[in-house]
């Protein structure tokens, strides 16, 4: 299993307790909750990453 490289979300608390990390992981994006880093983290596509943060950002998901 590669090592991966997790970046926390911008939009994270303060104290960095309570947020998403991502991290690349090949042809795919890693995603975990950063409150249990042991757990599995979950794989999508890049192309369905993108519509996903496009989405948060235009504001259509709440």
């Given at each position: 299993?590669?090592?991966?490289k997790w970046?926390?979300?911008?939009h994270?608390e303060?104290?960095?307790?309570a947020?998403?990390?991502?991290?690349?992981?090949?042809?795919?994006?890693?995603v975990r909750?950063?409150?249990?880093?042991e757990?599995?983290?979950?794989?999508v596509?890049r192309?369905?990453?993108?519509?996903?943060a496009?989405a948060l950002v235009?504001?259509?998901l709440r």
């Amino acid at each position: 299993m590669p090592e991966l490289k997790w970046i926390k979300s911008s939009h994270s608390e303060a104290s960095g307790n309570a947020c998403v990390e991502v991290a690349e992981n090949g042809p795919l994006i890693a995603v975990r909750d950063s409150k249990h880093p042991e757990l599995p983290y979950a794989t999508v596509g890049r192309e369905a990453w993108g519509r996903f943060a496009g989405a948060l950002v235009d504001g259509r998901l709440r």
